[in-house]
């Protein structure tokens, strides 16, 4: 992440510079999300007005936008900014214009031929909010990675100009979701423009009205994110609306975004003159893609079907993210031939064929449409996201392939993993640069990278969580007070706000969707236990809660609001708090500052999770069920598991047998050997602990792991070129 290839052409020799060409450069800075993983660039920004930096969200053009080019300069000047400004503008200049090594060694066929990767959220930076959490916060990390290993790729989605709600509490816990129009001026975003410079719509025919969609673009380093968007004044009134939100609307809402950014993202693509070498299609959500891939085939080389379908789908890559139900689209005949029926036409096929194709059984006229049926039918390789979610899922598709063993059902995975410099924080990612070999970072997925995590210094690493939790309880502090403030609360609620939390104490974070099935409130199982563990005079506990209930999930929302009145019981007052509407910056916080980030999700339904991910690389040690990514990852010095890895039919008993392992593995285990110090105060078995999770786990789960997985397991053979596994 830092460098210090800048250092001999620094002061003195910069060429005088203008305030507009300092503010340019600036704006050239914030015009590319290159600076979302830049801790560096991050740092100039906010110094400028590190108030106003906060208060816009993280936002550095809204911030720009408050400078004229010449305060930008006389605040420059008073921060000695300028040669720091320059660096950083030069190591963007210079990240755009060199080709990795890796890239150079292992990308071979796709050369001129880009992963066209598709999804319908993206999670880059809190400030650009078109995600709404696991597998936006995923696509997000895989183009960060494809763009630092030099991958080919172009990403392609969908422009939410409200993107997915705001959540607050009322005065009983109870969420309100609020959707807010996005400053839209103020995002990176840029008109996509084809070979001759000329801005790019596509239409999307269906049997009512056409569909237009303008075709905007970000960048993310060397990656252009295409995104579709439909607030345009040839649609209908309806339509221009269709992309505001994400994952709003009804099921015809649905099925109309999924034709824009599966069969208009492939006409985007085309328009723009890009020729991919491989799709690759995240859940089913964009498994259209294929069918218009393929019409386009006919059209080029007066291909039949069956024959344009084989070539397309021996080039696409599918990946389902989770064995939830409600995650699987569906839709009904109706709702097809509307919005299917033109390309249907043009392919040659009739109704019941095209529905086979989201069908397992192609006989039964009764049953809906699938969206994964028809990613997984449309693509030569398929994965899971975790070695079990590949186990799972291999069952939950054998009906697809039923002459097959389960086990052979062709269905692999690849393990996520996530953006280190996205998540590490820079105060240990200093400390890391120090210990561990100049290359750590590009080099992430390679474990001896990681090996001298060992010979950093306990007291150090110690120190550097310690401040990095004291961030993370004055975070809580402002954002709990703001909520009070907000909700109308008395002033001596207010005040007590400012002071909650302890940073001494064993902290304890959950952030995540409250779909029921993640259990957030397992750890009342046993309330008055519980009221025990956090309240031990010697040992005390406190929790961090985070996390939003989908808009029609209530019980999803009564377990925010059961967490959230802890507040009101004097013995969780100062030990439970719930943080409002989770997103990138308060995920960062919590995973940065926690000392233990808790996972208990009933098994095996949590596909892979990545949160835990993010809390290895800040130290912070995992607690959880032995589901998704933990399954594979926990070795038994690692971090704690709950339960061993086993469920019961009956939910119930499930549920019971976890939370009982849950409460004695943190009184037994997870208590005791946090507050277990030596003479100078420090864990020292615990920091043993975040150690081996740190070099066990840190490259396993990284996204440049798990991009370089899909590169040679995934996208080359689908290119064309050699499945043999070649070197990382
Ligand atoms: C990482 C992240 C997630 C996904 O984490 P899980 O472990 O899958 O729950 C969700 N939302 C946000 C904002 C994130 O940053």
């Known amino acids: 992440m830092s460098s210090n290839t800048n250092s001999a052409a620094s002061a003195g020799k910069i060429a005088a510079i203008t305030p507009q060409g300092l503010y340019n450069k600036c704006m050239a800075l914030a015009g590319n999300l290159w ?35 010449e305060r930008l300069e006389i ?7 300028y040669t720091r400004i320059d660096q950083a503008y030069r190591r963007m200049t210079e990240y755009m214009n060199t080709k990795t090594a890796w890239a150079g060694r292992n990308v071979g066929v796709l050369g001129s031929q880009p992963v066209a990767y598709f999804s319908l959220e993206f999670g880059i930076h809190e400030s650009v909010p078109i995600y709404s959490g696991g597998l936006g916060v995923l696509s997000g990390d895989h183009i960060k990675s494809a763009s630092g290993l030099g991958v080919p790729l172009v990403a392609v989605g969908l422009f939410y100009n409200q993107g997915y709600f705001k959540q607050h509490l009322d005065i009983d816990g109870w969420q309100q979701e609020e959707y807010l129009d996005t400053a839209v001026q103020f995002l990176p975003l840029e008109h996509a423009l084809n070979p001759k410079g000329e801005k790019v719509t596509v239409s999307i025919e269906t049997r009512g009205k056409t569909i237009y969609a303008k075709v905007r673009q970000i960048n993310v380093g060397r990656v252009r994110l295409l995104l579709l968007d439909t607030d345009l004044e040839e649609n209908d009134p309806a339509d221009r609306t269709l992309t505001s939100r994400l994952y709003g609307g009804d099921n015809r809402t649905r099925i109309r975004q999924e034709i824009v950014s599966g069969i208009g993202g492939i006409r985007a693509l085309k328009a723009l003159g890009i020729t991919p070498g491989v799709y690759h299609l995240n859940e089913g959500h964009n498994a ?27 080039k696409t890559v599918f990946t389902t993210h989770t064995p939830v139900p409600a995650g699987h689209d569906r839709f009904d005949s109706v709702l097809i031939e509307e919005h299917l029926g033109p390309i249907r036409d043009q392919l040659g096929i009739d109704h019941n064929h095209l529905m086979s194709f989201g069908r397992v059984d192609p006989s039964n006229h009764s049953e809906p449409f699938c969206m994964t049926i028809l990613g997984l039918k449309m693509s030569r390789y398929a994965n899971a996201v975790a070695s079990l979610h590949g186990v799972v899922s291999r069952r939950m598709w054998h009906c697809l392939w039923p002459n097959l063993p389960e086990e052979k ?96 104490i064993l902290t304890i974070g959950f952030g995540r969707r409250f779909a029921t099935y993640k259990r957030a409130t397992l750890v009342l199982n046993e309330i008055d236990r519980m009221a025990r563990i956090c309240n031990d005079s010697n040992r005390p506990v406190q929790f961090i809660f985070a996390g939003k209930a989908h808009p029609a999930d209530k019980p999803g929302k009564e ?30 916080h919590m995973v940065q500052g926690v000392d233990v980030w808790l996972n208990n999700p009933r098994r095996p339904l949590e596909a892979s999770g990545t949160s835990g991910m993010k809390a290895v690389l800040n130290g912070a040690l995992n607690l959880s069920i032995l589901d998704g990514w933990w399954a594979e990852a926990y070795d038994g010095s690692n971090g704690f598991a709950i339960g061993k890895g086993t469920s019961h039919v009956d939910d119930a008993i499930t549920d019971q047998r976890d939370a009982a392992s849950l409460f004695d593995v943190i009184e037994h285990e997870v208590v005791p050997l946090f507050y277990d110090t030596d003479e100078h105060g420090l864990p020292v078995k615990w920091i043993k602990r975040m150690m081996n999770s740190i070099s066990t786990l840190a490259w396993r789960f990284s996204a440049h792991r798990m991009v370089a997985d899909y590169t040679t397991e995934a996208y080359l053979p689908a290119a064309g070129g050699t499945s043999c596994k070649v070197e990382r």
């Open 559 to 588: 377990f925010i609001q059961t967490i959230a009145e802890l507040r009101k019981d004097p013995r969780f007052q100062n030990r439970f708090v719930f943080i409002e509407d989770y997103d990138i910056n308060v995920c960062r």
């Open 35 to 69: 600076w979302a993983w830049h801790p560096e660039v991050i740092g100039i920004f906010r110094s400028l007005d590190p108030i106003r930096w906060r208060q816009l969200g993280h936002n550095p053009i809204a911030l720009l936008h408050e400078f004229t080019p």
């Open 409 to 504: 059902v062709p269905i692999g995975h690849i393990t996520n993993g996530v953006h280190v410099p996205s998540w590490m924080a820079w105060q240990i990612n200093t400390l890391f640069e120090r210990h561990l070999p100049p290359s750590w970072s590009e080099e992430s997925y390679d474990p001896k990278e990681w090996e001298a995590i060992q010979n950093i210094d306990p007291g150090e690493l110690w120190e550097t969580h310690n401040a990095l939790k004291n961030l993370l309880v004055a975070f809580v502090r402002r954002r709990v007070s703001r909520q009070c403030r907000r909700r109308g609360e008395a002033d001596e609620v207010i005040d007590h706000a400012r002071t909650i939390l302890d940073p001494q």
């Open 288 to 314: 259209f893609a294929p069918l218009e891939a393929v019409r386009q085939r006919m059209v080029e080389d007066g291909a039949k079907f069956q024959d344009a379908a084989a070539d397309i789908a021996q």
């Open 75 to 81: 605040r420059a000047a008073e921060l000695v900014l």
